[in-house]
């Protein structure tokens, strides 16, 4: 079983950055391709980046790509989301997510999640 765990949300005026971190338990997180998601008030949930198990291959969507980056430290069993050049439709409750198929957390998300984080907020100022 993987617990995850995310921290790092806050308030930040447009055009900031902030880091958001996800920490796992258990010691077969290197085995998990990892995501974020992140999802607004009254919007569905909606993939952000993921990366594979090994840390060599991401994928993000159009959405953040060249503004956020996904990274993992397996010795911490923590995954990374750096987000920067917010903008206000960035505000969401952002999580984190564990698959066993790297490609399925962007493409089929409703059955490729394996774990699920709590989540943590992230607003974002005008």
């Known amino acids: 079983q993987v617990q995850l765990v995310e921290s790092g949300g806050g308030l930040v005026q447009a055009g900031g950055s902030l880091r958001l971190s996800c920490a796992a338990s258990?010691?077969?997180?290197?085995?998990?391709?990892m995501g974020w998601f992140r999802q607004a008030p009254g919007k569905e949930r909606e993939f952000v980046a993921a990366i594979n198990w090994s840390g060599g291959s991401t994928y993000y969507a159009d959405s953040v790509k060249g503004r956020f980056t996904i990274s993992r430290d397996n010795a911490k069993n923590t995954v990374y989301l750096q987000m920067n050049s917010l903008k206000p439709e960035d505000t969401a409750v952002y999580y984190c997510?564990?698959?066993?198929?790297?490609?399925?957390?962007?493409?089929?998300?409703?059955?490729?999640?394996?774990?699920w984080g709590k989540g943590t907020l992230v607003t974002v100022s005008s």
């Open positions: 258990g010691r077969t997180f290197s085995n998990y391709a």
């Open positions: 997510a564990a698959s066993r198929s790297y490609e399925s957390i962007w493409s089929d998300y409703a059955h490729g999640i394996n774990h």
